[in-house]
């Protein structure tokens, strides 16, 4: 590829069932990607952020990925999860996951920003969610579903590490909350530049 004055960021994909138009929608902001499986443990991968994909079952059964993503807790590249991505996050800071009565399916399931009262239509497809009061102190719930209150996205302290329980790139689905992956993308790019938030 062409490189300009910038230097582009590379982002480590960690694959647990991603979507195609996740790898297309983060190619079309000109990021890097390096696809790796689910059990990857990154030691020896040079990136400049992570990415957790979406993927299937129960987030416990991905012990090596957990451990995996607890390590890079303790880095300051900043990390962006999906779906499965946003359970492994929270099992990986310490927090618990259950079994919903009911899934959450569907291109129309209404999430509020905490803290904002902004409601964004999402795209889900889930039946795990994050148990809201083993929150680790330094972590927050980000995000929350309209219906029934459950956790739809967590996010640490300073929110250099971040999850959402849905899927921004939406496809098939709204893409109201697409604006998230620019951020961490912005993220990354200022962690990059030695800048904070």
Not at 34 to 43: V, Y
Not at 57 to 80: S, V
Not at 125 to 140: F, I, Q, S
């Amino acid at each position: 590829h062409i490189k300009g004055s910038e230097p582009v960021p590379r982002i480590a994909l960690l694959d647990c069932g991603a979507k195609a138009n996740i790898l297309r929608v983060l190619l079309s902001r000109g990021v890097e990607v390096i696809r790796l499986p689910w059990d990857h443990d990154l030691s020896d991968i040079d990136y400049d952020g992570l990415f957790l994909s979406n993927g299937p079952g129960d987030p416990k059964a991905c012990a090596k990925t957990i451990a995996t993503i607890r390590r890079t807790l303790q880095d300051t590249r900043p990390i962006f999860g999906i779906c499965l991505g946003n359970q492994l996050m929270a099992l990986a800071a310490g927090a618990d996951t259950y079994k919903l009565p009911y899934g959450h399916r569907g291109q129309n399931q209404p999430c509020i920003e905490t803290g904002t009262k902004r409601c964004y239509i999402t795209s889900q497809n889930h039946g795990y969610a994050v148990r809201e009061d083993t929150l680790p102190r330094d972590w927050k719930t980000w995000f929350e579903n309209a219906n029934d209150g459950t956790v739809e996205g967590i996010r640490s302290e300073g929110g250099l590490f971040r999850a959402v329980q849905f899927h921004p790139e939406g496809c098939p689905g709204p893409r109201d909350t697409e604006f998230l992956i620019d951020e961490f993308i912005q993220d990354v790019k200022r962690n990059m530049a030695g800048g904070t938030k």
